[in-house]
Every structure is written in C-alpha cells, then in structure tokens.
C-alpha cells in the first residue's frame, strides 16, 4: 500500500434561480453553461495553490438537466427543487480538498464573492445553494481515485491484487480500481478488476456459469 497515493476530486452542484421570475416570461433566455476564463492573476502567494480561493479551480460549470447525461434527477441533494437551474463543477487537488464535505452556507458565500465577475455578466440569475461532494473528507476513501509513487515497481497493482489463499484456492480477493495495472484511477478499472476477481473464483472452482448477456456490457470498457 506504500506505493500507492490518493488523489483528490470533488463535485460540487451549484442551485441558481432568476432574481425575478417575471423575466422568464420576458424572454431572457435559459441559463448557459458557464465557461470561466481567468484572465487576472489570483491575489496573494503564488506559491499558495489557494491563492484567490477555491473557486480559482473552477474551469466551468455545465447545466445538469435531467437530458444532460449529469444524472442530475439522482444525484441533487434532498430538499433542492428540481425548479432551478443546477450547474455542476468539478475540483481537483487543494480546491477539492478545500470543499469536501464542508456546510452549504459557507460554500455559497464563497463561491458568489470568488465568482462575482462572473456573476455580474448574468444580473438575471442568483446561486441559492451549493453542495460538494465529500470523497476526500470521507475517513472511510481519503480520496476519490488512486495513483501509484513515481518509486513504485512495476508490479505493484499486481500485488496488491494477489489472493489470500488457502490449501492452493484463493480464499479473500482483492478488486477495486487500484488493482488495475491499465485502468487504475477509473471506474472500468474498478469494473474490470471485479470481474477478473469472479473469473479468478470460478475457475479455482472449478465452475461455469451460464450468462451470455452478463459480462457482454464490459467488453466495451476502456481505460479513460
């Protein structure tokens, strides 16, 4: 496990309403996705990968409808109205760390004052609410996706994912993306390795299960 580090990406969902809901009636458009071009530098250390804030991370935000392949209906928090617009992020690294897991009300005050030159470019619209995902905050993950250190031997994902055995048949295995020697990081990785891990007892098994549609929707999966 020495040879192995976690990375940090966090999802953040942003609840934006108009400021007066007679304007929709007026033809002011629907909400865009948001494309954020930083063109002043972040105030403070340039040193400081906080520097400006964790809303510095944000690159854009795109509209999550239900149409959008966000999976918005499933994964808005409980008690948002499916009413507004939801904009989705997503951060990597210290800004990720900064958000997981910490309280709506203090995500919403920085993002409106981290974001307000942006805002001002949409006086129609107001964000209301924010939530962050909390992978990384989470003591149960400490992450949200694996890597190995630039020391580790080539055949490290190979021995992290060796059975524990007994009388020659593998008794505890190991799947999880960070098994994967290709897909480590990903979620056909993770896919893939659970399926090696079935494989894996079968055969020790000696047993052969009749499902020619089972695993027909993994042969598609490839290392993002």
């Given at each position: 496990?020495?040879?192995?580090?976690?990375?940090?990406?966090?999802?953040?969902?942003?609840?934006?309403?108009?400021?007066?809901?007679?304007?929709?009636?007026?033809?002011?458009?629907?909400?865009?996705?948001?494309?954020?071009?930083?063109?002043?530098?972040?105030?403070?250390?340039?040193?400081?990968?906080?520097?400006?804030?964790?809303?510095?991370?944000?690159?854009?935000?795109?509209?999550?409808?239900?149409?959008?392949?966000?999976?918005?209906?499933?994964?808005?928090?409980?008690?948002?109205?499916?009413?507004?617009?939801?904009?989705?992020?997503?951060?990597?690294?210290?800004?990720?760390?900064?958000?997981?897991?910490?309280?709506?009300?203090?995500?919403?005050?920085?993002?409106?004052?981290?974001?307000?030159?942006?805002?001002?470019?949409l006086p129609s619209w107001r964000p209301v609410a924010v939530h962050a995902t909390s992978w990384t905050a989470n003591p149960l993950f400490g992450g949200s996706y694996?890597?190995?250190?630039?020391?580790?031997?080539?055949?490290?994902?190979?021995?992290?994912?060796?059975?524990?055995?007994?009388?020659?048949?593998?008794?505890?295995?190991?799947?999880?993306?960070?098994?994967?020697?290709?897909?480590?990081?990903?979620?056909?990785?993770?896919?893939?390795?659970?399926?090696?891990?079935?494989?894996?007892?079968?055969?020790?098994?000696?047993?052969?299960?009749?499902?020619?549609?089972?695993?027909?929707h993994l042969e598609h999966l490839e290392c993002s």
């Amino acid at each position: 496990m020495r040879h192995f580090a976690c990375g940090a990406v966090e999802k953040i969902f942003v609840s934006v309403e108009r400021r007066r809901p007679e304007a929709e009636e007026g033809g002011e458009g629907e909400l865009p996705s948001l494309h954020l071009l930083w063109t002043e530098p972040a105030r403070g250390s340039t040193a400081d990968p906080l520097a400006g804030g964790w809303t510095r991370g944000l690159y854009s935000l795109h509209r999550a409808d239900a149409s959008s392949g966000e999976g918005a209906a499933a994964s808005l928090p409980s008690g948002w109205s499916r009413s507004r617009c939801v904009l989705v992020g997503w951060l990597t690294g210290e800004s990720a760390r900064a958000v997981s897991g910490r309280p709506s009300r203090e995500l919403l005050r920085e993002l409106e004052a981290g974001l307000a030159p942006f805002w001002r470019l949409l006086p129609s619209w107001r964000p209301v609410a924010v939530h962050a995902t909390s992978w990384t905050a989470n003591p149960l993950f400490g992450g949200s996706y694996s890597y190995p250190r630039p020391a580790a031997p080539a055949d490290a994902a190979d021995r992290l994912a060796a059975p524990l055995a007994c009388g020659g048949l593998p008794t505890v295995c190991f799947a999880g993306e960070a098994t994967h020697t290709r897909c480590f990081g990903t979620v056909a990785g993770a896919m893939l390795s659970g399926e090696r891990e079935a494989e894996r007892l079968l055969t020790a098994w000696d047993m052969h299960v009749e499902d020619p549609e089972g695993s027909r929707h993994l042969e598609h999966l490839e290392c993002s």
